[in-house]
């Protein structure tokens, strides 16, 4: 998993917070599905992806209305439908405006 | 590390992504003397903190101002730097509003 390239700001950016139950059957599965469709989704810039016990991914956009389209995206509905059903116990979602950034490469 | 409880949008949060050089000498009781340091400032909310390889933190404020007056904070500068010339091999810092916000708990 890289850094995100993303244009200058401004740009969107969700940022999804998570905890797993015990039962993760099928959730490896499911992410890597949504990984490959997302990167197809019109208006998507990039994300980045870390999971220790908390999952953290950030996922960057050009608008609001692209974050709305992915949102309602019929496999992704499913996901987000077993997610809550079955694989997460707690999350949180938060939708930003990236209005500046800054970078350091060694 | 749990999810941050934080209070209705709108607020602020800094992503800031990062890679490791191999030499981390020094780097774990630097974040945490950060760690101790964040939770003190002026218009701190909340963090999240992941590292697989990838590092991922995300901080919450209540206003630009807050996020300023962090990055300007004594020990915070010479932990930037220390970042700079000894720890990161690449990181970006985004600086964004969070304008929604929704959660989920089983």
Known sequence: MKIATTPPPPYYAVIFTNLLRNDQEGYIEMAELMETLVIKQKGYLGHESVRDCLGITVSYWES??????W???SEHLIAQKMGVEKWYSQFKTRICKVERDYEFCF
């Open 64 to 69: 609001i209305d692209d974050i709305k389209a």
């Open 71 to 73: 949102k309602m995206q």
